[in-house]
Every structure is written in C-alpha cells, then in structure tokens.
C-alpha cells in the first residue's frame, strides 16, 4: 500500500503563490502517475494536475494551465504542486492522490486508489 502525506497550503492573496508537496512512502511503484485534486464545498472533487512517474508527462486542467506546475522528486519519492497567479476561485481543499489510470484520463477520480489527507489553500481577493 501507498501512503500519502501532504504539506503546505495555507492562505494567500489573489496573484500570489503556494507549493503543495505530497509525500509518498510504502509501496511506491515507478509506473505509477500522481495527481492533485481538489474540492470545493458544495462542490466535486475535480482532477487539477497529474505526472506519470514512468515518462514524466503532464497534464492539466483547463482553468490551471499555465499557473500552475506539477512535479516530482523521485529520490524522495514526493510530489509538487507549484501554483502561480492564484485567483479566489483556486480555494478548496486539495487532495494529491496515486494510482493507475490505465485507459482512463489521468485527472479522472477513478483513477486513483491512494489519497493524501487534503490540506486547505485558501485565496482572498
């Protein structure tokens, strides 16, 4: 099993950034992609960026791309989220997530079997 242990988050004004790291210990296989998520209240767990581990490629939402960056450390088997520019709608609780989304879309929820414990970024205007 994969364990996720998120950091970061906290709040921001409008225009600024933030970096989100997920830590993953366990079973961590070398063929798995990392994603990051994130729900609003009232609202569904949306798929916000994802990387394959074997490869490196990318993949965005539509409303983060070119703000925000995800990445990965592989000595230390931890992800990142770097986000740029935020706006008040970036708010929510952001979950990093792994598995394996075979044929599915990487920024799909079905994709993912391990989760982090979410951690809140909030962003005023």
């Known amino acids: 099993q994969v364990r996720l242990v998120q950091s970061g988050g906290g709040s921001v004004q409008a225009g600024g950034s933030l970096r989100l790291s997920c830590a993953a210990s366990?079973?961590?296989?070398?063929?798995?992609?990392m994603a990051w998520f994130r729900q609003a209240p009232g609202k569904e767990r949306e798929g916000v960026a994802a990387?394959?581990?074997?490869?490196?490629?990318?993949y965005y939402a539509d409303s983060v791309k070119g703000r925000f960056t995800i990445s990965e450390d592989k000595l230390k088997n931890t992800v990142y989220l770097q986000m740029n520019s935020l706006k008040f709608e970036d708010t929510a609780m952001y979950y990093c997530a792994a598995g394996f989304p075979g044929s599915s879309s990487p920024l799909t929820r079905g994709s993912y079997n391990f989760w982090g414990q979410g951690t809140q970024v909030t962003v005023s205007s």
């Open positions: 366990g079973i961590v296989y070398s063929n798995m992609f």
């Open positions: 990387v394959s581990r074997n490869g490196g490629s990318t």
